[in-house]
């Protein structure tokens, strides 16, 4: 559903500069075409979600972009002598105002989008939830291999951030793994409780068809909420993840963490010369 709501997690995620021009590019067509799988667009639909489209990701592009950039660079001038707690709040900080002035913008044309949903496009979203819902029961039930490709994908973004690792480091990086993806195996269930009963809710607030005012009221009361059902829960994650996170910069060697700066040199380019070319 939050596809649904912000019409994209593209807006969120520069991965490379060929799916950057994508974003940029198709964005809009790519996002009508998620949509479509959702609920069966009409003609107006569809060209309502490209049109807003358009005019969101040029804004992001010339007003978030830029932000993205003098983050990094932050973060490269920083962390050249390693990084500290008061650095990872201004950094989560920043990172959660980026997400609120997204949601702040997307949540009136999503609510707009929700007003004009008929009773079978309704029908059909719950229909596609049922089917995803399915697949992810699979994963809680196969947890155990989930956990281990979580695990292999740990080790291949370490090498690609932090370049190769000694025996003694691989020992300790297996040790962490252990670690960390046995306590994350339990909130796939919680997550998955709370996913089906934010599904049951939305649901129920479509069928009501309500208007565009209540929608918005709604949508941002939710995405407030995200993953706070349990603010206490909540913080301690996140604090357990700033201190893990603390851990691995006291791991890598000087070496090690140049180049994870020169890594980010790659990504500076890509969202410059994604400002740039319009």
């Known amino acids: 559903m939050k596809k649904i709501i912000l019409f994209s997690l593209l807006l969120f995620i520069i991965t490379a500069c060929t799916t950057t021009k994508f974003v940029y590019d198709y964005g809009d067509k790519f996002v009508s075409w998620q949509l479509d799988s959702y609920f069966e667009l009409n003609d107006e639909q569809e060209d309502f979600v490209e049109e807003r489209m358009k005019i969101h990701l040029e804004w992001h592009r010339a007003e978030e972009l830029p932000r993205y950039k003098?983050?990094?660079?932050?973060i490269q001038s920083r962390g050249e002598d390693g990084l500290t707690m008061s650095e990872l709040d201004d950094g989560f900080s920043r990172f959660e105002a980026k997400q609120r002035r997204t949601f702040e913008r997307l949540i009136p044309d999503?609510?707009?989008?929700?007003?004009?949903l008929s009773a079978e496009q309704i029908n059909n979203l719950e229909r596609k939830m049922a089917e995803e819902n399915e697949e992810m029961l699979e994963k809680v039930e196969n947890r155990h291999e989930l956990i281990q490709e979580r695990r292999e994908e740990f080790l291949e973004e370490m090498e690609d951030w932090f370049?190769?690792?000694?025996?003694?480091q691989l020992v300790q990086i297996n040790k962490w793994?252990?670690?960390w993806y046995t306590e994350s195996s339990?909130?796939?269930?919680?997550r998955m409780e709370y996913r089906l009963k934010s599904q049951t809710q939305i649901l129920a607030l479509l069928r009501s068809f309500p208007d565009k005012l209540t929608f918005e009221k709604w949508l941002s009361e939710w995405t407030r909420s995200w993953g706070r059902e349990i603010n206490s829960a909540r913080d301690a994650r996140i604090l357990r993840n700033k201190k893990r996170i603390l851990q691995v910069d006291k791991f890598i060697t000087p070496e090690?963490?140049?180049h994870a700066i020169r890594e980010l040199d790659d990504w500076v380019e890509i969202l410059e010369e994604t400002i740039t070319n319009h």
């Open 177 to 179: 793994q252990t670690e």
């Open 256 to 258: 090690q963490r140049l």
């Open 70 to 74: 003098r983050f990094l660079t932050d």
């Open 163 to 168: 370049g190769e690792f000694d025996p003694v």
């Open 110 to 116: 999503a609510a707009f989008f929700l007003t004009k």
């Open 186 to 190: 339990e909130p796939i269930e919680r």
